[in-house]
């Protein structure tokens, strides 16, 4: 028998998250790319996630960004898809698409390969559209492909609750 895998307990701000946006009143839906779906992983790990989560694009390359998010091409093109403007991009996008109260998004590069001089491994961009607010985050440092994923899992998370907190404010 394999060990259980426990989301719940990996990123135990999933269960913080899931009561701060069900205490609000608020629903949730993710667009990912570096974490292929981890956030949405970790917040349906939570019994009664159904109760605040819409759903989720897994948007890896800039096709589906553009496709299923609503992120312009030329906004890719100008500032790249690993960028603060572009995971913004995805926050609002799939909020709109999934007619959800909040957004989340990261955009990254996860390793070991892909980066570049100006975009290198490590680098995760990570938004939380909510009201009429954005917080973003950027992450740096190589720490190893898995452990890049689990820390934008983990901001996303946090930026997640931060928003469901706030979510009454103009």
Known sequence: MRPELRLATIFP?????GAALRAAGLTVAVGESCTGG???????AIPDSSDY??????AYSDAPKSELLAVSPELIA???AVSESVAR???EGVRARCHSDIGVAVTGVAGPGGGTAGKPVGLVFVCVAGGSRTWCE???GDHGREENRAR?????????I?????AGEA
Do not use: P, Q, Y
């Open 13 to 17: 701000d999933a269960a913080r998250a």
């Open 38 to 44: 981890l956030v949405g992983a970790a917040l349906t």
């Open 53 to 58: 989560m819409r759903g989720g694009v897994i």
């Open 78 to 80: 100008e500032f790249g």
């Open 89 to 91: 991009a995805m926050a």
């Open 138 to 140: 950027r992450l740096e």
């Open 152 to 160: 934008a899992v983990e901001a996303a998370l946090r930026l997640c």
């Open 162 to 166: 931060l928003a469901a907190e706030h």
